[in-house]
């Protein structure tokens, strides 16, 4: 296997590790469990590299991070909007105690 290969296969597997559970806060809604720091960190990194595989002009960078950012960034989203709404819920819940 040559090195190339390997750096495909590397980047490959590591971008499309957030696609199921992007698939799977999509379709159930749930992200009780998911940690917004840990996403908002990742996230934030991976914009970085997108940033930074433009700015060299290597594609390769490029490319396997805007297909992690994609769905890194709507696993996140869900999970802010959520967090917001299970809080907004709790608060009406005590007001109305």
Known sequence: MSITL?????GVLTSSAFI???FKVIK????????IPMYSLSTT????W????????????????VVTFIPAVIILIVSIRN?????SEKKIVVENL
């Open 83 to 87: 967090y917001r709404v299970e809080k």
């Open 45 to 48: 990194g991976v914009l970085v």
């Open 6 to 10: 390997l750096g495909i296969l590397a």
């Open 50 to 65: 997108v940033i930074y595989g433009i700015l060299i002009g290597d594609l390769a960078i490029f490319l396997t991070n």
């Open 28 to 35: 159930t809604q749930r992200t009780q469990d998911i940690s």
């Open 20 to 22: 199921p559970q992007a």
